[in-house]
């Protein structure tokens, strides 16, 4: 392949059963892929996607290939299915369960790309191991990952998601570049829901880029320097997918960037994409206009 992208997202497509509190269920294409694909590709980033799935569901990366991403197909018996229950009214509590698993992608299911960074963008942990994490640099590429493809732990009887503490988080953030994770993770990991601490303990880990978001806004520290940027959605009906599209508009924007103008444009286009369900749909000039022309 000779083209050469800005990011390269890793991980499952899904398709995503969402039981809101006090409203009817929906099932709808999603995951962390789609997210995060759509939204950087959508303020103009250059887009690869390597996913596993069935060809039988090839259709579902269909609006990532109108917006100009490359999809590459790992053909695999199932797509992934979730099932995400909010049983009450905050929106950061939730009831998951993998239904269905494409299984777990290799170091070889990336061909060999020119790629500014790939991005571990997980569902749970069935997806990524820490030797892919070991190959991949290996490769020459900067890797970032999402920490939810590892706290997220998959029941292999009933299925069910618990959220449980990581034994190599230690080595695995140490090999990335940046780290994405939500406050329910950082807690897990770090043991404080106090985001600076726990962005500061990531970074005594060795990875010098931390993002983390909660319900009010997303903290980055970024060589040993700490910023914060409130979210101003006005609904959270979109809420499904905020932390993977926080951080796809926060990469996109970095790179030609620095940390604090790309929490800024990350925070308002994730503001945007939480007011309605589904994928980010705006454009660049709604996260500027939402930014308050900051950038322009």
């Known amino acids: 392949m000779s083209k050469a992208f800005d990011i390269t997202f890793m991980g499952h497509m899904c398709y995503d059963e969402i039981h809101p509190f006090g409203g009817q269920p929906t099932t709808a294409p999603g995951s962390a892929v789609l ?6 590709a959508r303020v103009g980033a250059r887009v690869c996607v390597v996913t596993r799935m069935s060809r039988d569901d090839d259709r579902i990366l269909n609006p990532m290939r109108e917006l100009g991403v490359e999809c590459l197909l790992i053909p695999v018996e199932h797509t992934t299915r979730m099932r995400v229950v909010h049983p009450c009214e905050d929106v950061d509590v939730r009831e998951m369960a993998q239904i269905a698993n494409a299984g777990t992608m290799q170091t070889g299911d990336l061909p060999d790309i020119e790629s500014k960074g790939v991005h571990l963008a997980g569902i749970t942990d069935q997806e990524f191991t820490l030797d892919l994490i070991r190959g991949l640099r ?8 999402d920490m939810q493809s590892f ?28 780290v994405k994770l939500d406050v329910v993770e950082a807690r ?17 880990w060795g990875c010098p880029e931390v993002v983390i978001t909660r319900a009010d806004g997303v903290l980055g520290r970024v060589e040993g320097r700490t910023y914060f940027e409130p979210f101003t959605n006005r609904s959270v009906v979109g809420r499904t997918g905020r932390g993977d599209t926080t ?28 007011e309605s ?15 308050g022309g900051v950038g322009q």
């Open 35 to 40: 997210c995060g694909a759509v939204a950087a």
């Open 151 to 178: 706290v997220r732990q998959v029941d292999p009887v009933t299925r069910v998601i618990a959220f449980a503490d990581v034994p190599d988080k230690a080595e695995i953030v140490g090999l990335l570049d940046r």
């Open 138 to 145: 290996a490769r020459g590429y900067r890797v970032s990952a």
């Open 247 to 274: 951080f796809a508009g926060y990469m996109a924007w970095r790179l030609a960037h620095g940390p604090a103008e790309s929490l800024k444009f990350a925070s308002a286009l994730v503001s945007i994409k939480m």
């Open 188 to 204: 897990i990991l770090t043991g404080s829901d106090d985001l600076e601490v726990a962005a500061r303990q990531f970074e005594a």
């Open 277 to 291: 369900r589904g994928p980010f749909a705006g454009t660049l000039d709604d996260v500027l206009a939402r930014m």
